[in-house]
């Protein structure tokens, strides 16, 4: 009775998953998915691991030479100088922001607004109608196809950033860069796989649900720096975790009263999301630490994109899985456009990231952010049907109330904290 819960909860609910039999439905399994994935990236860490291991044994920067010696310097030991970062995609600090009229900033201000929720509303709405909708079908005898190769997506979004980047960073002046090239990698691998646990996850739980997943991570990273940091927090900390996780509950069990298919939370789904949210935690922490080397927030962004695509693509050569997702987008037009336009959205969106920040700081993006999490909740139940319930969507309005009020507090909190300009005597 176990092996037949198991692959339940392993295998999508479709029926072509249930006519397929297990031998020949393999690809069909999320966690094998998984793991091939892992085994795919491991075919290049490890051979990376130990040559790096046998350059510091033997003091290569010392010792070596020779045309290849540049590249190696760079890639794996850098110049090992850590200063405080640049995070302006043209090396500038966060002045601009605060110079010039009023209605210039209003105007700045709305273009990076509008910027980003232009960029992640269209990548969301892209996002689900490439993995929970099929295509081909232009009459009801025709057959349906379903793209299910989430890797495919994220290399495609990891290629055009890395190519936005690396203009960029030749367009215009960066800092000196100091960080060994390797590095890069750690933020790397979680990145891609935090990437593959979102679109995998829309094969088994709504749009909706992961949006309210993503936006409750604060609750596991608060319990992480507790009980592993053991850090303190503020009585508004965790009075907004509690509301967050009311609200999270209501819009859940709300939502699993609904029979509609594309509302059902599955097992699965869950399980991915955890797997998004410590995959992403990672990510942000790694790059906190690298900021400690002189580089600027595009430089970042160029140096994970760089090892996201080497790895991505390695991968889905060793399982076959690149040529054929070629087949699909050769086969759907459609699908081309819808996955080209994904990655513009993805790399557009990071660069609005960058620029907001630069210029108006992290809270007024956050506030931003937030907005956008709502909306592309309205905008995914408007396009695609979800039925959200009385209680399910007074559910979705407490975690947002309490996602502002966290940057209530914070900002007020900052303000309290800084010291008092000193008065001149005349």
């Not at 691991?49 to 010792?63: A, Q």
């Not at 994220?154 to 203009?167: C, D, E, K, Q, S």
């Amino acid at each position: 009775m176990v092996w037949p819960a198991l692959l339940f909860i392993l295998l999508p609910h479709t029926a072509a998953a249930e006519e397929t039999s297990l031998l020949d439905g393999w690809h069909e399994i999320w966690i094998f998915r998984f793991i091939l994935n892992l085994l795919g990236y491991s075919t290049i860490i490890v051979p990376g691991y130990l040559l790096i291991s046998y350059l510091k044994r033997t003091n290569y920067l010392e010792k070596g030479g020779g045309i290849c010696y540049p590249v190696i310097k760079t890639c794996v030991f850098g110049s090992e100088d850590k200063t405080s970062s640049l995070d302006s995609g043209s090396g500038s600090s966060r002045t601009d922001g605060d110079s010039g009229s009023s209605f210039k900033q209003a105007v700045k201000l709305a273009f990076c607004a509008a910027g980003l929720q232009a960029s992640y509303l269209t990548w969301g709405v892209l996002q689900e109608r490439v993995m929970t909708r099929s295509y081909g079908a232009t009459t009801p005898e025709e057959g349906e196809e379903r793209f299910t190769d989430s890797q495919f997506l994220v290399f495609m979004n990891r290629i055009l950033a890395l190519t936005v980047a690396g203009l960029w960073c030749l367009l215009f002046k960066q800092p000196r860069h100091g960080a060994p090239m390797y590095k890069y990698s750690f933020a790397s691998l979680s990145n891609i796989m935090s990437s593959w646990c979102q679109y995998e996850a829309l094969k088994f739980i709504s749009f909706p649900t992961q949006v309210l997943a993503k936006a409750s991570k604060v609750i596991p990273v608060m319990l992480m720096g507790k009980i592993v940091s053991q850090k303190n927090y503020e009585y508004w900390e965790y009075l907004t975790a509690l509301l967050i996780s009311v609200g999270v509950s209501m819009f859940l069990l709300s939502s699993s009263e609904d029979k509609h298919p594309s509302t059902v939370t599955t097992f699965s789904g869950v399980i991915i999301l955890v797997g998004y949210i410590v995959f992403d935690s990672f990510t942000s922490n790694w790059q906190d630490n690298l900021f400690k080397y002189k580089m600027s927030s595009v430089q970042m962004m160029f140096g994970v994109n760089m090892f996201s695509c080497l790895f991505t693509v390695g991968s889905l050569l060793e399982q076959g899985a690149f040529f054929d997702s070629l087949a699909f987008m050769m086969r759907h037009s459609e699908f081309a456009f819808h996955a080209v336009l994904l990655s513009v959205c993805s790399a557009c969106g990071q660069l609005f990231i960058f620029y907001t920040i630069n210029q108006f700081g992290a809270a007024v993006f956050t506030i931003i952010m937030t907005l956008r999490q709502a909306f592309a909740i309205l905008l995914s139940c408007f396009l695609y049907g979800h039925a959200v319930t009385v209680v399910g969507g007074f559910g979705v309005a407490v975690v947002f109330l309490a996602l502002f009020l966290r940057v209530y507090a914070r900002s007020r909190m900052k303000a309290s904290r800084r010291p008092a300009a000193p008065t001149q005597k005349v």
